[in-house]
């Protein structure tokens, strides 16, 4: 969904809100009627055939854990695991001890799994691009020529430039 559909959603979502104080007293439970479309636009992310019981609350973790595992084994983005530690404590702000000694897919491991402790505005910064990432062939293509070409390439700089459309 673009920005003004959410911003439109949000406003029908307030209307109804108002008008089911008005109508308390109708059979219809016009109060759950927001709560329902919040719901709807809060599970965007989320919609696959995993059990609810699995399903997280927030929906940027379901989207990140769904991307990060084909993307962190991009050997054209993470060509070392200097690469996937660099890219967790400058992105994601996880510090990983001992890196030297874990192979490639422990630390993969280890950077999903601690996705559970990111706050929701840098996570929501983090699903935005990893999305246009994942979804235009064209900005995979730029960034992986950036980071190959660039001496001075930074994830934070990538990722701020993406949320921006500046790539």
Do not use: H
Not at 57 to 72: C, R, S
Not at 99 to 109: C, F, M, W
Not at 118 to 128: A, M, Q, T, Y
């Amino acid at each position: 969904m673009n920005k003004d559909n959410n911003r439109k959603i949000n406003q029908v979502i307030n209307l109804l809100e108002e008008m089911s104080w008005i109508l308390d007293n109708s059979n219809i439970k016009f109060k759950e009627i927001p709560l329902i479309l919040q719901d709807a636009l809060n599970s965007e992310y989320s919609e696959s055939s995993i059990s609810n019981k699995y399903k997280s609350k927030n929906p940027n973790k379901d989207q990140l854990i769904g991307i990060l595992p084909n993307f962190l084994q991009d050997t054209d983005l993470f060509k070392t695991n200097g690469d996937l530690v660099d890219f967790g404590k400058t992105v994601l702000n996880i510090e990983i001890t001992r890196s030297d000694k874990r192979p490639r897919y422990e630390l993969i491991g280890l950077l999903i799994c601690e996705i559970r402790n990111l706050n929701d505005i840098e996570l929501s910064k983090l699903v935005n691009a990893l999305f246009e990432i994942s979804s235009n062939e064209k900005n995979l293509i730029n960034i992986k020529n950036k980071k190959k070409n660039d001496g001075n390439f930074s994830w934070n700089d990538a990722i701020f430039k993406l949320n921006n459309n500046e790539f």
